[in-house]
């Protein structure tokens, strides 16, 4: 995939249009680790974030409300 360098106010920069956003599993907001190695070649590589463990329980305690049935099932 080509992309040109466009400016952007008073910066320059790329522009990642929705199907390129869509491919790599980035949105808006996502932050990026970008490391430039030697011959100049650039590599920009999301950082994911962990879960707190307050939302790992807020999401163990939703899936039990809604599940509770199945999930004695399975028990």
Same mark, same amino acid.
């Given at each position: 995939?080509?992309?040109?360098?466009?400016?952007?106010?008073?910066?320059? &920069?790329? $522009?990642?249009?929705?199907?390129?956003?869509?491919?790599?599993?980035?949105?808006?907001?996502?932050?990026?680790? %970008?490391? %430039?190695?030697? &011959?100049?070649?650039?590599?920009?590589?999301?950082?994911?974030?962990?879960?707190?463990?307050?939302?790992?329980?807020?999401? $163990?305690?939703? %899936?039990?409300?809604?599940?509770?049935?199945?999930?004695?099932?399975?028990?």
């Amino acid at each position: 995939m080509i992309k040109s360098i466009s400016k952007i106010g008073n910066s320059q &920069g790329l $522009i990642f249009d929705a199907n390129f956003m869509e491919l790599a599993h980035l949105k808006l907001g996502d932050q990026l680790n %970008v490391s %430039v190695h030697e &011959g100049g070649a650039i590599i920009l590589t999301p950082i994911k974030s962990t879960p707190t463990e307050e939302e790992i329980s807020a999401s $163990i305690n939703h %899936v039990m409300k809604h599940y509770s049935k199945t999930m004695r099932r399975l028990a």
